[in-house]
């Protein structure tokens, strides 16, 4: 997996570094602005960006809108943003093209090595991966909505697991039940929701998101 690294934080940054080439990717370019981080990924054309959403020369989305940019360039180039904080607007900027092979992750994610890793890797497979915080952030978001008021604490759980990119295996580890069930729950929800349903984990992903952007 060839990877393109953006964050301005040196230790951050080699950090990041470390983790892919420690778990067998290639760090292709690893940069500490906007502008840099544009011509990386439309120069090199990687399997996955990893990028702050902060970068210089702003400071303030930066790094967000270089990869909304890149992915004009190149539909469907699979990034990865990490934020120190959830910002529900950067998350809604992110999925705005609905092409998938997006993910928004809290940059506290990256302490546990192995889930971080497996998280770029689903998003480089093309698969959308949202971090649970700004999952139940949107959730919250449409709280009132009558449609969403419908679902059930379960259907609830597996929405969140499944914007989470978790497959209906994982889903059914996770929650302790099994995959018949869950595959009940999912098409409980999409019902509910008036969702075409699909047998595509990644369509399926991304059309519960677009719901839940509004």
Do not use: W
């Not at 060839?2 to 690893?30: K, M, P």
């Not at 500490?32 to 960006?49: E, S």
């Not at 270089?66 to 992915?71: G, K, L, V, Y």
């Not at 709280?143 to 209906?168: C, F, T, Y």
Request: charged content about 25%; some cysteine.
């Amino acid at each position: 997996m060839r990877v393109v690294v953006a964050e301005d934080l040196t230790l951050l940054r080699e950090g990041l570094i470390r983790i892919f080439r420690a778990n067998g990717c290639e760090v292709v370019e690893a940069v500490d602005d906007g502008p840099a981080l544009l011509r990386a990924l439309t120069t090199h054309r990687p399997d996955v960006a990893v990028v702050d959403v902060r970068l210089p020369p702003t400071f303030t989305d930066e790094g967000l809108r270089a990869a909304i940019e890149a992915r004009r360039a190149i539909p469907g180039l699979p990034v990865v943003v990490l934020s120190q904080y959830v910002e529900q607007l950067y998350a809604r900027e992110l999925m705005s093209d609905r092409a998938g092979a997006v993910g928004y992750l809290l940059k506290d994610r990256v302490m546990d090595v192995g889930q971080f890793v497996t998280n770029v890797r689903q998003v480089a497979a093309g698969s959308t991966v949202m971090d649970p915080e700004v999952v139940s952030a949107l959730l919250n978001r449409r709280a009132a909505d009558p449609k969403l008021r419908e679902l059930s604490p379960r259907e609830h759980e597996v929405l969140a697991l499944m914007a989470q990119g978790r497959s209906n295996a994982a889903i059914a580890a996770r929650m302790f039940v099994t995959e018949r069930t869950v595959s009940k729950h999912s098409n409980n929800i999409f019902t509910k929701l008036g969702l075409r349903q699909s047998e595509d984990d990644n369509r399926r992903i991304l059309a519960v998101l677009a719901y839940l952007q509004g």
